[in-house]
């Protein structure tokens, strides 16, 4: 889908917070276990994966609305990520035309991007890389999209 009718609407979603390694008691709302969560020994900075319980409760997000022109938008891809050429582009909400500009992933708490060139070339920018700026041979993932305002 790449329109969005109107840019005003109230969202809902699973709350998805950690509630910790013991079973709660009395909870108030659904949760699951999840046997592969990853947790990360700060002393050794070592990352092992533990059963944790995690909250399925309905999270309720506030109306969402464009008050003026918004210059860009930042899309959360969701919780399977995409490749960049899986992204609709352009996209558009209401009367207004957005095109993809970059996506942001999280490796291993690392933040890396991938810019999209004006030909329609995709780079990946890593600057643990030595050199920095690469071309994007497409199997890097991204979490959240950068759409900009088309003029």
Known sequence: MNFIPNFASTREHQCRIDLGRFKPRKYPAEYSVDDRFPVVDVETNVT??????????????????????????????????????????PLYIGEYTYN???????????????????????????????????IHDRRMLVELALYVLQL
Request: aromatic share 10%; net charge positive; proline share 3%.
């Open 100 to 134: 993809l500009s970059a996506g942001i992933n999280n490796t291993n708490q690392h933040f890396t991007a991938i810019i999209k060139a004006q030909g329609g070339t995709y780079y990946h920018f890593d600057d643990t890389n030595r050199l920095g700026c690469v």
């Open 48 to 89: 092992r994966m533990k059963k944790h319980y995690i909250c399925e409760a309905t999270r309720i997000v506030d109306k969402a609305k464009f008050i003026h022109k918004a210059p860009f938008v930042i899309v959360d891809v969701g919780k399977i990520s995409a490749s960049m050429t899986e992204l609709p582009d």
